[in-house]
């Protein structure tokens, strides 16, 4: 079987760092496996169908990451970036849920 082709048009940058998913009612640690500059490949420490639209923390650079799902696989989703924020200091009000689970992350 030959494996599918990669259509990215950026490279991925291997990651291999701790993070949390956060949405609405949701806060899951997850591994962020590799990156680039348009999007992001998490393994998640359960299955768990998530929301179209997400926050990931990338706990060890102190950053939100608002992106939305492309695919999932198992315990690995795809996701494409929409924007991003660093949670030190003041942050938009719409990754203030983001800021709160980084702190508890030891953030």
């Known amino acids: 079987m030959t494996p599918p082709?990669?259509?990215?048009?950026e490279s991925r940058?291997?990651?291999?760092t701790r993070g949390v998913?956060?949405?609405?009612?949701?806060?899951?640690p997850c591994l962020i496996i590799d990156q680039s500059q348009a999007g992001l490949r998490l393994r998640l420490d359960r299955g768990f169908a998530l929301p179209s639209r997400i926050i990931v923390i990338d706990l060890a650079r102190g950053m939100a990451i608002e992106a939305?799902?492309?695919?999932s696989k198992g315990l690995e989703v795809g996701l494409k970036q929409a924007g991003?924020?660093?949670?030190r200091g003041?942050?938009?009000?719409?990754?203030?849920?983001a800021r709160e689970a980084f702190r508890r992350a030891g953030g």
């Open 84 to 87: 991003q924020a660093s949670l």
């Open 13 to 16: 940058q291997p990651a291999n």
């Open 21 to 28: 998913v956060v949405a609405p009612g949701l806060e899951l």
């Open 68 to 71: 939305d799902l492309a695919w």
């Open 5 to 9: 082709s990669d259509r990215r048009f």
């Open 90 to 97: 003041l942050v938009p009000s719409r990754f203030a849920a």
